[in-house]
T-cell receptor, first 114, second 115 residues
């Protein structure tokens, strides 16, 4: 079956630091990859996505590149802000096992200190 | 576009009682999903609908759980004879399904506490 593995948190950074949150996946087929963000007490919001190998998704200063050779979709941001503090989820859909539904990793909590 | 709305936002119930949650998806979206999220974990798939048809159910969805989407619009998720292990956030999402890479839009969730 599919798997999505994220680095364990929490990740604690100072404001303006560089962020990387690792995500690797195992899936059969040609999944699309997503990053969702969840603020306390809220649902999930789409941050960015990529639908095929070598695609780069970007939004609000965040970026992630779909790397088929390393089965990875690492999230990066050059300079984090306190307002980026949240839980980040890597997810996939469109694989053989999860063709019509989304499969999520366990999430990585980010704390940004002023 | 008012987004996906869920009602209620919070529900506290006694063990053994039945509860029902409602989800109103984005109006033109034909797919509707239910997920469950426990503390510190990612959302786990429960079931999804394409229009009014329930096309897939997870093994997590025991016989005590039932979901409906009459007329392909809003959806309800009912849990009968609740147990403490049912305490979780129940998330609804919708999408305009079909094309590869179509994202799902999530509601704010219903937090269930079984005491």
């Amino acid at each position: 079956g599919d798997s999505v593995t994220q680095m364990e948190g929490p990740v604690t950074l100072s404001e303006e630091a560089f962020l990387t949150i690792n995500c690797t996946y195992t899936a059969t087929g040609y999944p699309s990859l997503f990053w969702y963000v969840q603020y306390p007490g809220e649902g999930l919001q789409l941050l960015l996505k990529a639908t095929k190998a070598d695609d780069k998704g970007s939004n609000k200063g965040f970026e992630a590149t779909y790397r088929k050779e390393t089965t990875s979709f690492h999230l990066e941001k050059g300079s984090v802000q306190v307002s980026d503090s949240a839980v980040y989820f890597c997810a996939l859909t469109g694989s053989v096992d999860n063709f019509n539904k989304f499969y999520f990793g366990s999430g990585t909590k980010l704390n940004v200190k002023p | 576009d008012t987004g996906v709305s869920q009602d209620p936002r919070h529900k506290i119930t006694k063990r053994g009682q039945n509860v029902t949650f409602r989800c109103d998806p984005i109006s033109e979206h034909n797919r509707l999903y239910w997920y469950r999220q426990t503390l510190g974990q990612g959302p786990e798939f429960l079931t999804y609908f394409q229009n009014e048809a329930q096309l897939e159910k997870s093994r997590l969805l025991s016989d005590r759980f039932s979901a409906e989407r009459p007329k392909g619009s809003f959806s309800t998720l009912e849990i009968q004879r609740t147990e403490q292990g049912d305490s979780a956030m129940y998330l609804c999402a919708s999408s305009l399904g079909g094309a590869a890479g179509t994202e799902a839009f999530f509601g704010q969730g219903t937090r269930l506490t079984v005491v």
